[in-house]
């Protein structure tokens, strides 16, 4: 949900199509910067101090200590680069200003959502000849990285993680209610028939989502696109809403059907995105919808046992759209000068990049991570080739530690995959208007939906048009 993920990815798996990408055409009265400057030849062997964004917080102590040796370990191996980290992370409220101000560092991630209105702003700098030139860069997926480049085809910036929508669940609970956990649900009959036999023979919640937070709005619509509707259409000043749709009100009927006629959500109908996966992880929940990355938050941060932790293909309806997904872009200061930005690249390359194209990054990367007690070899959409990435997969499978059979049917669905990205003006306002309507058709029975929704999409239409 533009929920500002930061992590890596190289590119997608080669047939895996990112299509539908809206360009916003909003604008905050910054005056656009150039970015040419970025794409002129530098000095790799110039001193050259850089500013990199999203040092991890005083209280994420194992995650500050790592970066902090990254970062090390990148200084002994570029003695001529000098890094110096900050804390400050992407805030589109604040970010032009900032900008013109001089104030922003020289590399930061930004999310898929943003980037084409940054291109279109020249708020992002100009990196086409450093990623044709580079042997890392050059090799990430085009049908993927397209998201970064502009209509004439230039590069602004680098793909680093890329995520799908998934149904999580519980595999514990799927053997307690007599279900095969490796055969999850695939269809919304299949989730609400799943729901209804892991309420009835466990008493735990079959189906829920979050509903608050705008974390309803986002998991609605990307219910939504599985049930034939975008949420937008058309790019910049010609956006038009399109909330009232069947796709919208088929996945409400769906959240009615599981609470009201099967009684099978539980009873707690105002979640956030946090309390979910608290219930996740506490075994109290069967089938929820969430990023696919949710393994970290509800296994190594809250508990629930790794084999328990099942991951599925984001179910479908009939005449899919595709899946909703996302991910993270390195953003590259157009402020910036050339031997800035090339050695922004190479920080770029070495913590996000290296691992999936370097044997001997892959392997010193998982042997860190498995001395950490973190997780090696979890599902992900991979930005290399697929041919690429199973060469990775072969370097790190000494070291996997997370039971991979249990995210066989997620990961076979990834190569044929159409990624469908957010909404891409105003989503973040678009989720906050469903969260109530998603929140009224799980507390109120006769809940209209249909009025609901179009009242919702007056109001983000009026949003969307006030720019």
Not at 56 to 61: E, F, G, I, V
Not at 310 to 326: H, I, K, M, N, T
Not at 402 to 431: C, F, G, H, M, W
């Amino acid at each position: 949900m533009s929920e500002r993920r930061w992590s890596r990815v190289g590119g997608m798996v080669s047939s895996v199509a990112l299509v539908g990408l809206m360009v916003s055409g909003c604008s905050d009265g910054a005056a656009p910067q150039t970015g040419t400057q970025a794409a002129a030849t530098c000095d790799p062997d110039a001193d050259v101090t850089i500013t990199v964004g999203e040092r991890p917080t005083s209280d994420q102590a194992a995650t500050l200590e790592a970066w902090e040796d990254a970062i090390a370990a990148f200084e002994e191996l570029h003695p001529n680069i000098t890094i110096e980290d900050e804390e400050t992370k992407y805030d589109v409220s604040t970010f032009s200003a900032l900008l013109v101000g001089g104030t922003l560092p020289t590399t930061l991630q930004v999310p898929f959502t943003d980037i084409q209105s940054l291109i279109e702003r020249g708020q992002a700098a100009d990196i086409t000849s450093n990623v044709e030139n580079d042997d890392v860069l050059s090799q990430l997926n085009p049908q993927l990285t397209s998201v970064t480049q502009d209509a004439d085809g230039h590069t602004h910036g680098v793909v680093r993680a890329a995520y799908t929508m998934g149904l999580v669940y519980d595999r514990a609970l799927f053997s307690k209610a007599g279900l095969d956990p490796d055969a999850p649900p695939a269809t919304w009959d299949e989730v609400r028939d799943a729901a209804a036999t892991i309420s009835e023979k466990t008493g735990e919640a079959g189906f829920i989502i979050p509903t608050t937070g705008n974390v309803g709005g986002w998991l609605l619509t990307s219910m939504a696109y599985s049930n034939g509707d975008v949420a937008e259409e058309g790019t910049g000043d010609a956006t038009t809403v399109t909330l009232d749709t069947p796709g919208m009100r088929d996945s409400l009927q769906l959240l009615h059907d599981v609470r009201w006629d099967l009684d099978a959500a539980g009873d707690d109908f105002l979640h956030d995105n946090n309390t979910i996966r608290d219930d996740l992880a506490a075994g109290a929940v069967g089938q929820s919808l969430n990023g696919a990355n949710l393994y970290n938050s509800v296994v190594i941060a809250r508990g629930m046992p790794a084999e328990d932790f099942g991951l599925a293909p984001f179910p479908e309806g009939d005449d899919a759209v595709g899946v909703l997904g996302g991910g993270n872009i390195q953003w590259f200061n157009p402020k910036a000068t050339p031997d800035q930005v090339c050695a922004a690249l190479e920080w770029t390359k070495y913590y996000f990049l290296d691992r999936y194209v370097d044997e001997e990054a892959a392997v010193t990367w998982a042997k860190s991570q498995v001395a950490d007690d973190l997780p090696v070899g979890l599902p992900e959409v991979p930005v290399v080739s697929a041919e690429q990435y199973e060469t990775y997969l072969g370097w790190i499978e000494p070291y996997v530690n997370v039971p991979r059979e249990n995210y066989q049917a997620y990961i076979d669905s990834l190569p044929d995959a159409t990624i469908v990205p957010e909404p891409a003006v105003k989503a973040q306002e678009l989720y906050a208007a469903l969260d109530p309507v998603v929140q009224a058709v799980l507390t109120r029975e006769d809940a209209d939906a249909a009025e609901l929704l179009r009242s919702a999409q007056s109001q983000v239409q009026d949003l969307v048009d006030a720019g």
